[in-house]
């Protein structure tokens, strides 16, 4: 096992350049198994999740062959099996998007529960519900999702949540199926637009997406040896430019959609730092003072993420005043303030509100990552603090972000990646 040592108290400076979004990728890779043929994906963020679900897909029967760290191409005509490894499935939330894409193209398929980040209760029922609306027979039962159909129908379903994860399930289930199907109350995260415009590049015919209503018009067939970018990621966008504000540093964004990222930057304009939008794929974000305070409630797009609430605390715990966040998605998403405790921050939580003091310096300490977003904020923590800070259990934040060590020692952090069985490695002299 590894873990990251970093040296603080560094203001970043320079320019990164964003991945693929892993919630599109992770999608994306389950739908190319709708088509009997060969899809190519581009940009794709080189993470653990798209790795584990590349082997997910091959153990099916597809061939994926890696054309450059972030592109593939997937030979989905010999699919030979329905039942995906369950040890696998079983380790990221994302795995459920095969009952979709196998439903509908296989008509049978069999996955473990999903795993994933311990954010609280996480359950399918809304995918259960669309999947079964569709006429689908699903069972769950030791710990393993079994769905069958003879024939999808579409109908009108109505989402009494609005679920990311079950917005796109069921695009995935329907786009096969016989007649149209609407959802109403859909998510509208980019990722979704994202899937969306991917399914409509194999011949799909799905409208709406990013709207109230989601409609679908089945097809026969879809078409493959297509060409595709995905999305870039607004998340990692996001973490890169509240690492800009926390540090008083000065970066410049590329290859993110800065329509995406308007309700980061309404806040950060908020609490007194500076966002300025260069073009439409890139975005300068500096700050040179203390944050003020800010209340956010995290809300479904285009709301303020969940999953850049961690990295927006860290901004607070350091800002000038008494900060609330209220997180209206996920009810253990504040773990990390624990972790944020032990450097210095005064943070207090009870179920989904949290009260930030903010205070003028954090200290460097061994901290654990709780989730993969906590892991991001923990890294942006320690590259403010006094002192040294050890983050522990990567394995959190390398499902979702590529070589970020890399990105941020590039502007200009002193960050190391160690790892933990050296009994020294605590005390490794990090270069200036």
Request: glycine letters at 10%; a negative charge.
């Amino acid at each position: 096992m590894d873990k990251l040592v970093i040296k603080g108290k560094t203001p970043l400076k320079g320019e990164v350049t964003i991945n693929g979004a892993k919630n599109a990728a992770v999608a994306i890779l389950p739908a190319a198994l709708l088509i009997d043929g060969i899809t190519t994906i581009e940009n794709l963020p080189n993470i653990s999740d798209v790795k584990l679900l590349c082997e997910i897909i091959e153990n099916l029967g597809a061939k994926i062959t890696w054309i450059s760290n972030n592109a593939i191409t997937i030979d989905s005509r010999n699919i030979s099996c329905t039942q995906a490894p369950i040890e696998l499935t079983r380790k990221f939330r994302a795995s459920y998007y095969l009952i979709g894409a196998l439903l509908g193209r296989c008509g049978e398929v069999q996955v473990g529960m999903p795993g994933g980040c311990k954010l609280g209760a996480r359950p399918i029922d809304q995918h259960i519900k669309g999947f079964e609306a569709l006429g689908a027979k699903v069972e769950v039962g030791q710990g393993i999702i079994k769905a069958t159909r003879e024939k999808l129908i579409g109908t009108n379903i109505y989402m009494d949540i609005v679920s990311v994860g079950a917005t796109i399930n069921i695009m995935l289930a329907s786009v096969l199926a016989e007649g149209t199907t609407i959802i109403d109350n859909p998510a509208k995260e980019p990722h979704i637009v994202d899937v969306a415009n991917f399914l409509n590049a194999l011949g799909a015919d799905v409208r709406g997406a990013g709207t109230d209503v989601i409609k679908i018009n089945g097809v026969q067939k879809l078409e493959g040896n297509i060409t595709y970018s995905v999305v870039p990621d607004q998340i990692e966008a996001g973490t890169f430019m509240l690492a800009a504000v926390a540090s008083h540093g000065d970066i410049i964004i590329r290859n993110c959609i800065t329509k995406h990222l308007e309700c980061i930057t309404a806040k950060i304009l908020e609490i007194g730092a500076h966002a300025e939008e260069l073009d439409g794929d890139t975005i300068h974000v500096w700050c040179n003072k203390r944050p003020t305070k800010a209340n956010i409630k995290t809300l479904p797009y285009p709301g303020f993420p969940t999953d850049l609430q961690p990295q927006m605390g860290v901004v607070l715990s350091m800002a000038n005043g008494t900060s609330i966040i209220n997180e209206s998605i996920w009810e253990s998403r504040f773990q990390y303030t624990d972790e944020l405790n032990k450097m210095g921050a005064k943070i207090t939580s009870q179920g989904k509100t949290a009260i930030f003091e903010g205070v003028s310096t954090l200290y460097g300490a061994p901290v654990s990552a709780t989730d993969l977003r906590a892991g991001a904020a923990l890294i942006i923590a320690g590259i403010c603090a006094d002192g040294i800070t050890e983050i522990h259990n990567l394995e959190h934040i390398d499902r979702g972000y590529e070589n970020i060590e890399e990105k941020f020692r590039k502007l200009g952090a002193n960050i190391t990646r160690v790892k933990e069985d050296d009994p020294n490695n605590h005390l490794v002299d990090l270069p200036e």
